[in-house]
């Protein structure tokens, strides 16, 4: 047994313990839930009337007017101008656009409200209120009382309820959200997808004793050299648990009864800092994406997760997966149903993503441009799925303001914390196309920093653009020094040229790094035939893919390590207006709104195919 005391101030080999985002409850499906999706009751309230009081200042918690309390009618003459009932149903999670068409277009502030009973607790046991997500800013209130507010639409979030603000039956829960766009927030006013607001995804109340494991990092140790691992069968994983709060004793397990690992370390803190051996660990592959179950505890809580462990490292311009050199056969996803047009949420979409993606013969996606729900990330580590997942640092953020590098870094963190376990998981991208500033390059450098000190068993990248320097299409973006992969969109043959411009284009790029195309992609409406020269026609999509597949086969760098084309499924913009072929979608999926597969699908699936038998 070992006992390894920290204290929860310290840093532990890289990994940072006290972050802002502390508080999150990870893995909440391994843990004793009650679910509070289905039916709630909403208010539209454009005028935030609800929030403010006629001189427009915040409305006092107690404030009859205020939306997050119930109105208490006793008497005829008695009156309310606000109030949740039927027939206002809105289901959660789901985005408020695709539930009505008096939401289609609608940007603002949607108050919920459903009621709930206590669950069954038992004395030392508290109840926390969970949000897998919600669009964009959240005011929680219940019985009256605020419980807290989150910023960020796509991370999760939650908030103890105090014991007493309990009732047994009819707790009202009422939920202000707000998806108004601001130039100092993340994602800024400007994007080219669905500004979807509402509660997007689960809502649970997690039950859990007074002390209890909050969240943990268990991974193989990066330091070891994997084939030497293998080869002497000894292998170290590594990482830390963490509590809810501070404890002066007890005793933190983490067992692994597969791998024969039961250990136990006294706690100390509210961190404990994780070295286990194993002789022989069934390696987390693309091929193989074997998961254990991992049983961590402290006294009587206990949390189970199933882990991949794998090692992802950067060697020279190589991306090795386990030692071995891997090519990236991506795809570029958004979080949408394109044939509901709505954001997608559960376990069902993301086996009908990854339906897809496994048709492609794709072995890693691009979750785009933000955190999808914890649905995909899991979902891929039990199909073999590598994955990029991204915070919305997208085109012009405010970089030189402070407070937005900190809304940044908070999303940063709060990615990385649920999502920190998951062997898919291999690229933390801290953005999308950012334009190229010293103050932008600080500001992007500052979160590759940020999330490497975080998490050092993965790589960092992010989206850059290239520039035409003299003919050569050339990537030497600044910010490509601090990232592990330089990764690059390119759109040569749709914006600007026709395809066969790739026949004789020219590629630099100023970096022995691996070398990514994270995008490249041109639109089609789906079902429209013409001849290949025809924007938007079926052929000219493939014309593209045909074209950008020959350059990168025979004209593209030593170092090109792989793509994920821009993208999967037709989705929803408000920029893209062409009234015949776009009518609000960016129709650049290789599947369209109706699920139907355009040409390009099957020339990239030939070259994914072709990939996959070569590496056999
Ligand atoms: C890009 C962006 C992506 C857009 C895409 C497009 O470079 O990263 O968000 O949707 O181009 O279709 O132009």
Redesign the pocket.
């Known amino acids: 047994m070992k006992n390894l005391v920290i204290s929860f101030i310290c840093f532990l080999g890289g990994y940072l313990l006290v972050t802002a985002q502390d508080n999150i409850i990870i893995n909440t499906e391994g843990r004793n839930t009650v679910s509070l999706n289905g039916i709630w009751h909403y208010i539209i309230d454009p005028y935030e009337t609800g929030f403010y009081d006629y001189r427009f200042k915040e409305r006092r918690e107690n404030d009859a007017g205020a939306y997050w309390n119930a109105p208490v009618l006793k008497e005829k003459t008695d009156w309310t101008e606000h109030g949740f009932k039927d027939p206002y149903p809105i289901q959660v999670p789901g985005d408020w656009n695709s539930q009505d068409r008096i939401f289609t277009y609608y940007e603002g502030t949607v108050w919920y409200q459903r009621s709930f009973d206590a669950p069954k607790v038992k004395k030392a046991e508290d109840v926390y209120l969970y949000f897998g997500a919600v669009n964009y800013e959240t005011h929680v209130y219940l019985n009256g009382k605020k419980l807290g507010m989150h910023k960020g639409g796509f991370t999760p979030f939650n908030f103890k309820i105090p014991k007493e603000l309990l009732q047994k039956t009819n707790n009202n829960l009422v939920v202000r959200v707000n998806n108004n766009r601001y130039p100092d927030e993340i994602p800024t006013v400007n994007?080219?997808?669905w500004n979807y607001g509402g509660i997007t995804r689960d809502v649970k109340l997690v039950i859990l004793p007074e002390t209890f494991v909050q969240q943990y990092h268990l991974q193989l140790d990066q330091k070891q050299d994997i084939l030497t691992a293998q080869k002497k069968k000894r292998f170290t994983i590594s990482g830390w648990v963490k509590l809810n709060q501070l404890v002066t004793g007890g005793k933190v397990s983490v067992q692994i009864p597969e791998l024969n690992i039961y250990e136990d370390y006294e706690a100390s803190g509210d961190s404990v800092k994780i070295a286990l051996q194993a002789k022989k660990i069934e390696l987390w592959d693309t091929n193989n994406p074997k998961l254990y179950e991992v049983i961590i505890s402290y006294n009587t809580d206990v949390v189970k997760d199933k882990i991949g462990f794998r090692k992802i490292e950067v060697y020279g311009d190589k991306i090795l997966l386990n030692g071995r050199q891997i090519f990236l056969r991506g795809i570029?996803i958004h979080e949408e149903i394109a044939q509901e047009v709505r954001r997608a949420h559960s376990k069902q979409d993301a086996v009908k993503l990854f339906g897809y993606v496994k048709e492609l013969h794709a072995n890693m996606v691009r979750l785009?441009?933000y955190p999808h729900n914890e649905y995909m990330p899991r979902m891929a580590d039990s199909l073999g799925i590598l994955v990029w997942t991204e915070i919305p640092v997208?085109?012009t953020i405010d970089f030189g303001n402070q407070e937005v590098y900190k809304k940044a870094e908070t999303q940063l963190k709060e990615m990385i914390t649920r999502d920190c376990n998951r062997a898919s998981v291999i690229i933390w991208s801290v953005g999308?196309?950012t334009p190229v500033s010293d103050t932008r390059t600080t500001f992007m450098s500052s979160l590759v920093k940020e999330a490497k000190q975080l998490d050092d068993t993965r790589l960092v990248s992010a989206?850059l653009?290239v520039h035409y320097i003299d003919g050569v299409n050339y990537v030497d973006d600044p910010l490509g020094a601090y990232t592990d992969i330089v990764s690059l969109?390119e759109?040569l043959g749709?914006?600007g040229a026709l395809p066969d411009a790739c026949k004789t284009a020219k590629w630099e790029t100023k970096y022995n790094k691996p070398f990514f195309i994270?995008?490249t992609?041109a639109?089609a409406k789906g079902g429209f035939h013409d001849v290949k020269e025809m924007r938007f026609s079926e052929e000219f999509q493939q014309w593209y893919y045909q074209e950008q597949i020959a350059m990168v086969k025979n004209n593209f760098p030593d170092n090109y390590t792989g793509l994920s084309p821009?993208?999967l499924m037709d989705?929803r913009?408000p920029?893209?207006n062409n009234p015949e072929y776009q009518e609000g979608w960016?129709r650049?999926g290789l599947i369209d709104d109706k699920g139907h597969k355009k040409l390009a699908f099957y020339v990239l699936q030939q070259y994914y195919k072709e990939i996959e038998e070569q590496e056999k």
Do not use: L, V
Request: charged share 25%.
């Open positions: 994007t080219d997808w570029s785009a441009h997208y085109w999308n196309e989206a653009e969109n759109y749709w914006y994270s995008e992609g639109g821009w993208i989705f913009s920029r893209r960016n650049k």
